[in-house]
């Protein structure tokens, strides 16, 4: 009665659209959830159908390559992209990926990857922000789609510069050296699913699977929250 009368008097906000939500919702309303720019690219798999798979075609070998949403400037997305990466909604980040991750497992892509690795931050970034956005989502994904998920497998080497409003060269030129597997051991014969909280030139993710297959992956994938 009394939490009731909380949710009553001081109702929580959705993250996508900040209105009041009612009981029963958690992070996003009902109505952003209906109005979510959604992807069907899990429903294409490896194929020319799929836009974010042909992205990476010529440029480093992506098994599959996925993502929740469509990236929208200014809109639902950003807000909630904003929420994760700057105002420690942590736990937003893993409700998508549990959203995210039921789904994928509908389509029985649980049983196509073995290890599930985040983009790691710098170190030094990882202090001032105090948390990576990108290890909730996996643990999300981890957590729905029964895998296992690693956050010490990759690290960044190297603190670069911010990665906004770089065209794609210099994006690529920014991190092709950045990322290494801390233990080949851990990815080797293995095919791991990388994650990231959204895509736009591919650059970061493209440095972190030529990573992964040089120590030793057996194959590698992609799935991000959004794509631009």
């Known amino acids: 009665m009394?939490?009731?009368?909380l949710a009553l008097l001081f109702p929580e906000s959705c993250f996508a659209c900040n209105g009041a939500m009612v009981k029963g919702e958690r992070y996003i309303c009902t109505d952003c959830n209906i109005k979510l720019p959604y992807t069907d690219f899990h429903e294409h798999g490896a194929?020319?159908?799929n836009p974010l798979q042909r992205r990476f075609w010529g440029k480093v070998p992506v098994r599959f390559a996925f993502a929740y949403v469509y990236f929208q400037s200014k809109g639902r997305v950003q807000r909630l992209l904003h929420q994760l990466k700057y105002k420690g909604a942590k736990d937003l980040g893993e409700h998508l990926g549990q959203r995210y991750g039921s789904l994928l497992k509908d389509f029985q892509y649980n049983e196509q990857?073995?290890?599930?690795?985040?983009v790691p931050l710098h170190k030094q970034k990882l202090r001032k922000r105090?948390?990576?956005?990108?290890?909730?989502?996996?643990?999300?994904?981890?957590?729905a789609m029964d895998l296992p998920a690693r956050t010490d497998v990759l690290i960044r080497t190297i603190n670069t510069s911010t990665q906004t409003r770089k065209?794609?060269?210099n994006?690529?030129?920014n991190v092709e050296q950045v990322f290494e597997v801390s233990n080949p051991?851990?990815?080797?014969?293995?095919?791991?699913?990388?994650?990231?909280?959204?895509?736009?030139?591919?650059?970061?993710?493209?440095?972190c699977a030529v990573a992964m297959l040089k120590a030793g992956a057996a194959e590698v994938s992609i799935v991000t929250i959004a794509a631009a």
Do not use: M
């Not at 009394?2 to 009368?5: G, K, P, V």
């Open 2 to 5: 009394f939490q009731d009368l």
């Open 47 to 49: 194929t020319e159908r």
């Open 113 to 118: 990857f073995d290890l599930i690795v985040p």
């Open 185 to 207: 051991e851990e990815v080797k014969e293995k095919r791991i699913l990388i994650v990231d909280d959204v895509l736009t030139t591919g650059a970061t993710l493209e440095a």
């Open 167 to 169: 065209d794609r060269l």
């Open 171 to 173: 994006r690529w030129h």
């Open 130 to 143: 105090g948390y990576n956005q990108s290890d909730f989502f996996a643990r999300g994904l981890a957590e």
